[in-house]
């Protein structure tokens, strides 16, 4: 980065690259919880976390949207100067970033499956479909304005809280054919060769 120019992450991949491994660990951890009867047995127990599931989806999916329209609606044009971060890089740093936190959290689903079978992971499953809807919602509203939206990189580590978080200021804009990713952060496809 040189003359002021800023490392850029995609804002929807950021959020996406929570849901993969929220969701697995989560699908696991339901799985395997269901093997322990528990305190309040199996029955009770999955229909706690089918509860969970939708409350956690829904939760997540529609948490903080008026900041993140806030933050969309004030997004600066990218200078030449940025540096955009491959989507990867982006995907690969946020997860290493959040490994202890998922473990931890895969293993109170575990434990707490002795308690209320399954519940947790259900919790958990939810909480990566969120994700991935409001991904999906970031890339609808990206698609309408066409632009995709940017954070700074040095605002997203140390437990910034994501790219919504406090510590973000503003978004930066670029046009919609920047960067590796396609709106809502997932891989762009590549037209296949005749």
């Known amino acids: 980065m040189t003359r ?22 989560g699908v696991f951890a339901a799985g395997i919880g269901l093997l322990p009867t528990g305190v309040t047995g199996r029955r009770v127990g999955v229909l706690a976390g089918a509860a ?24 600066a044009r ?45 919790l ?19 698609r309408a304005d066409e632009v995709l939206l940017w954070v700074r990189v040095d605002w997203l580590r140390g437990g910034a809280g994501g790219p919504a978080g406090e510590r973000v200021k503003s978004y930066r804009s670029t046009g919609i054919a920047a960067g590796d990713a396609a709106p809502g952060g997932a891989r762009k496809k590549t037209p296949a060769l005749v």
Not at 5 to 21: E, S, T
Not at 56 to 72: D, E, I
Not at 102 to 119: D, E, M, N, R, Y
Not at 125 to 138: M, N, P, V
């Open 78 to 122: 990218a200078g030449k100067h940025d540096v955009l971060q491959d989507r990867a890089v982006t995907a690969r740093n946020w997860r290493r970033a959040h490994r202890w936190w998922l473990l931890l959290t895969f293993l109170a689903a575990l434990g707490s499956a002795f308690a209320v079978p399954a519940a947790a992971g259900l």
């Open 52 to 75: 969970l599931f939708v409350l956690a989806t829904a939760a997540v999916a529609y948490g903080r949207r008026k900041r993140y329209v806030a933050l969309a609606a004030s997004a």
């Open 124 to 142: 958990l499953a939810g909480c990566g479909a969120g994700l991935w809807l409001k991904a999906a919602w970031l890339g609808r509203r990206e």
């Open 4 to 25: 002021g120019g800023q490392g850029l992450a995609r804002v929807a991949v950021v959020v996406r690259a929570g849901a993969a491994p929220l969701w697995w660990l």
